[in-house]
Antibody, heavy 121, light 110 residues
């Protein structure tokens, strides 16, 4: 059974770069990707709704939310069976629970448990 | 991309049925049969309940059903149960190869 687990710092200072990693277990990124899946990040500010950040295919193609595109980078490392998120120049508005998930045009079917990131000095 | 539009809240009594709407545009909901619905209990990760407008992932109750007409998708929950009380989010694939979520609907089981 495929499982995803987010990891990374729980606090980041304003104007710095937020970096998170999602480790995939119970299956390989490459085998899922051959079925059309890709790897996505979603976030949820406190008390608010879900926001799709972006996604990446294992081949390297990436797709980002236009509102975040200038500050976001997602990459896939098949050798480590993990994928990563970087958000640069963070502000308090980037404080959220960050989720990684396996995505497909049909839907996002496997989610990590989420990790809380607070932007504060 | 603009968020899909959902009602902020809906409520129903046990055993009743409720419907949550999700309105987008021809660039997302109306353009693809790639609407999905997610259930989120407090402090938990979202769970996929419906994909491809009306299909069930393995293990999801058939009390949950989805449909779409034009730019509006709907989630219907029949035979409401106390454990259905949660936040529900719709999502759609878009013409930009991105995803967009709705603002979420809080379901209260009276």
């Amino acid at each position: 059974q495929l499982q995803l687990q987010e990891s990374g710092p729980g606090q980041v200072k304003p104007s710095e770069t937020l970096s998170l990693t999602c480790s995939v277990s119970g299956g390989s990124i490459s085998s899922s990707s051959s079925s059309g899946y890709y790897w996505v990040w979603i976030r949820q500010p406190p008390g608010k709704g879900l926001e799709w950040i972006g996604g990446a295919y294992y081949s390297g193609s990436t797709y980002y939310n236009p509102s975040l595109k200038s500050r976001v980078a997602i990459s896939v490392d098949t050798s480590k069976n993990q994928f990563s998120l970087k958000v640069s120049y963070v502000t308090a508005a980037d404080t959220a629970v960050y989720y990684c998930a396996r995505g497909h045009p049909s839907g996002m079917d496997v989610w990590g448990q989420g990790t809380t990131v607070t932007v504060s000095s | 991309q603009s968020a899909l539009t959902q009602p902020a809240s809906v409520s129903g009594s046990p055993g009743q049925s409720i419907t949550i709407s999700c309105t987008g545009s021809s660039s997302d909901v109306g353009g693809y049969n790639y609407v999905s619905w997610y259930q989120q209990h407090p402090g938990k990760a979202p769970k996929l309940m419906i994909y491809d407008v009306s299909k069930w992932p393995s293990g999801v109750s058939d009390r949950f059903s989805g449909s779409k007409s034009g730019n509006t998708a709907s989630l219907t929950i029949s035979g409401l149960q106390a454990e259905d009380e949660a936040d529900y989010y719709c999502s759609s694939y878009t013409s930009s190869s991105t995803w967009v979520f709705g603002g979420g609907t809080k379901l209260t089981v009276l």
